[in-house]
């Protein structure tokens, strides 16, 4: 693996230890496939965002590049969100608010100011795809975690992102599973993503 996917996967991941984004990362990772769901998304606008922010760098003044870059988050992220709800609606429906509130996701904002109003287009596609990985991961990791712990299962619902086939998907680990509800409700994706930083943070002093 190379340094810099290492970085933006591991050593600087956005979850873990910048801590951004922490908004969707907490609310919406109550199970694998809302987690997954809202990953792919914030992939997608990562990378997408870059690589336009990149693009039109050349032609940005100082004075105007926050808000333009604003502008243009806005955008794809509008035109992701009629995606989602034409062709993925149930999903649309469950993750709410979240969707459109990616604009507000100061991981985005971040990289367009940091690194892609500064570097290639290329470079930037890069930066934004395996930065939104990284965050991406994490949030698929809490997500699975706590629907395991909360509900016995993994993919549940699977078809809402996967069709028919995310119907084999869905695997009831434990029978007659009465539930742990503090797993599916806020402070349990505090306690699991306070557990993922300990172990990082181990994983990295070694």
């Known amino acids: 693996m ?10 600087n991941n956005a979850a873990l230890v910048q801590l951004l984004g922490l908004c969707p990362l907490l609310a919406v990772s109550n199970s694998a496939v809302n987690a997954l769901g809202l990953g792919i998304a914030t992939i997608f606008t ?3 965002t870059n690589a336009l922010v990149s ?13 333009l870059f604003v502008l243009l988050i806005a ?8 995606f989602m709800n034409a ?13 459109p509130l990616i604009v507000t996701n100061c991981i985005i904002m971040a990289r367009a100011e940091s690194f892609a109003s500064k ?5 930037s596609i890069k930066d934004g795809f395996f930065t939104g990985l990284g965050f991406a991961l994490v949030l698929f990791v809490i997500g699975v975690i706590r629907e395991i ?6 993919f549940a619902q699977a078809h809402l992102l ?3 086939f995310g119907y084999y998907l869905h695997w009831q680990i434990f029978e007659d599973y009465q539930g742990f509800l503090i797993a599916i409700l806020p402070p349990g994706a505090f306690f699991v993503l306070a557990v993922l930083i300990a172990i990082k943070n181990k994983v990295s002093d070694k």
């Open 162 to 164: 996967f069709g028919d």
């Open 87 to 99: 062709y993925f609606h149930e999903l649309y429906l469950i993750l709410g608010i979240f969707i």
């Open 119 to 123: 570097n290639d287009l290329w470079l």
């Open 46 to 48: 990562l990378t997408i």
């Open 149 to 154: 712990i909360g509900q016995g299962s993994i």
């Open 75 to 82: 955008s794809v992220v509008t035109a992701l969100e009629m």
């Open 2 to 11: 190379s340094g810099f996917i290492r970085k933006r996967l591991i050593d």
């Open 55 to 67: 693009i039109i760098r050349p032609l940005t003044s100082k004075e105007i590049r926050i808000s």
